[in-house]
């Protein structure tokens, strides 16, 4: 004779007893600060946390069990959501320099993240028992379908670059989203001025894109992107060919370049040896064809950089964003 099914509430209600240990032992745990990615995400781990105590306070309350099954378990699907991590699999695993890496990702069928412009992913390692979360921003297109890609740098320290380094092609990555964004519509501005530092440039890449795809946005682009050298410049390819629409310019700053006759004559004429500082930037902001916006995504040190220096040439706080 086949066994009948238990309803899940039910099972609910009779694993959990009235001792104290057994709603201890089920209750939430607050989420350890390595655990928060900074990015300010809505819903935080500890918004999420919240709710999740909240819920299991009225459970306890009303010795009720099968409210606790209201909570969303972790998914293996492809529906990417801000509350739970979503398990995705490495197909690609490219070096681009000695520390810095493009990770390719599955999507089934034909689905897409569904994300919007400038829109960041939170991703969840786990280093020594230790769970640490970290946000990065697809680089690829937002109508992208069946695949996406992010692009790390690993830092020798760093306890998510020691769980980063173990990826291979094949392994499940679990991430949830999307928070952030940079709300934008064809040719709402009349030029997007772009300062990144380093792996900074990935919530260019996206917007960039969609400019350049669409044939009704008129929106120039001057993008400014700050490397070490010129080996270290990410992406060379996409950025040379997205240079040669007639409404987009790249220029590169690197600082610990000796000479630009070390660089092909294709990079020499629009490459700055030094530092990026308020001169250069002037300079960029009088030789923009139109009125620009601008949007800064860097370390902390180099955004609050790039804001003094906005500043300084007159530009006010609501014509830049940060990501």
């Not at 209750?27 to 350890?32: G, T």
């Not at 928060?36 to 105590?53: A, M, R, V």
């Not at 990826?167 to 709402?188: C, H, I, L, M």
């Not at 350049?212 to 060379?236: A, R, S």
Request: charged letters at 20%.
């Amino acid at each position: 004779m086949a066994a009948t099914p238990i309803d899940p509430s039910q099972q609910a209600c009779q694993v959990m007893g009235d001792s104290e240990d057994d709603w201890l032992a089920v209750k939430p745990k607050e989420p350890l600060p390595s655990q928060c990615c900074g990015s300010g995400c809505k819903p935080c781990i500890y918004d999420i946390y919240q709710k999740e105590l909240e819920q299991w306070e009225e459970a306890k309350t009303k010795k009720d069990g099968s409210l606790l099954t209201r909570k969303q378990q972790q998914s293996s699907n492809s529906e990417l959501t801000p509350e739970t991590f979503t398990a995705f699999i490495i197909s690609s695993v490219d070096q681009l320099t000695e520390d810095t890496y493009q990770y390719k990702f599955e999507l089934p069928g034909s689905s897409s993240l569904g994300l919007s412009l400038g829109q960041h992913i939170v991703l969840r390692g786990l280093v020594n028992g230790l769970e640490v979360q970290r946000a990065y921003t697809p680089i690829t297109p937002v109508n992208t379908e069946g695949y996406f890609e992010v692009l790390i740098k690993c830092y020798e320290d760093g306890l998510m670059s020691q769980y980063i380094k173990s990826w291979k092609e094949g392994d499940s990555v679990f991430w949830r989203g999307p928070f952030g964004g940079f709300p934008y519509t064809a040719n709402q501005y009349g030029e997007l001025l772009m300062l990144a530092s380093g792996t900074g440039l990935a919530p260019m890449l996206p917007i960039l894109q969609h400019v350049t795809e669409n044939e009704d946005d008129e929106t120039f682009v001057t993008l400014v992107g700050c490397f070490k050298n010129f080996e270290n410049i990410y992406m060379k390819s996409l950025l040379q060919e997205q240079s040669r629409f007639w409404n987009v310019r790249a220029f590169y700053v690197l600082s610990q370049e000796c000479s630009l006759e070390n660089l092909p004559w294709s990079f020499q004429e629009n490459t700055h040896i030094g530092r990026i500082n308020e001169n250069l930037i002037k300079g960029m902001v009088n030789t923009c064809r139109r009125q620009p916006f601008v949007l800064i995504c860097g370390s902390v040190t180099f955004s609050e950089d790039m804001k003094r220096c906005l500043k300084a040439v007159g530009l006010k706080e609501d014509l830049y964003f940060i990501f």
